[in-house]
Nanobody, 122 residues
Framework: QVQLEESGGGLVQAGGSLRLSCAAS????????MGWFRQAPGKEREFVAR????????RYADSVKGRFTVSRDSAKNTMYLQMNSLKPEDTAVYYC???????????????WGQGTQVTVSS
């Protein structure tokens, strides 16, 4: 059974930093891309960042480029999102997700975590 579990969310002041973790279990993820998404109150879920588990190919949303860094530790089966220079508009529930690479980059993600709340105060 595949499980993705996010942690590391919390309350931080604008300009501060947080590091989110996504612990993955239940299968090997070498053929998967892992993504971070977020959903703010009253808004649709949006893409934040993506990393291919084996090759390390990375992509970011324009809104977080230069501030957020996605990485993974294969030995720990964990993906991270280092968030620096946080802004109030970064406030959202952050989700990690896994997508089988063979399905293509535009296919729906296959597995989702439960989310972790990030709140940035002004």
């Amino acid at each position: 059974q595949v499980q993705l579990e996010e942690s590391g969310g919390g309350l931080v002041q604008a300009g501060g930093s947080l590091r989110l973790s996504c612990a993955a279990s239940g299968r090997a993820f070498s053929n998967y891309a892992m993504g971070w998404f977020r959903q703010a109150p009253g808004k649709e879920r949006e893409f934040v960042a993506r990393i291919n588990w084996s090759a390390g190919f990375i992509r970011y949303a324009d809104s977080v480029k230069g501030r957020f860094t996605v990485s993974r530790d294969s030995a720990k089966n964990t993906m991270y999102l280092q968030m620096n220079s946080l802004k109030p508009e970064d406030t959202a529930v952050y989700y990690c997700a896994a997508q089988l690479l063979l399905r293509g980059p535009t296919a729906p993600y296959d597995y989702w975590g439960q989310g972790t709340q990030v709140t940035v105060s002004s």
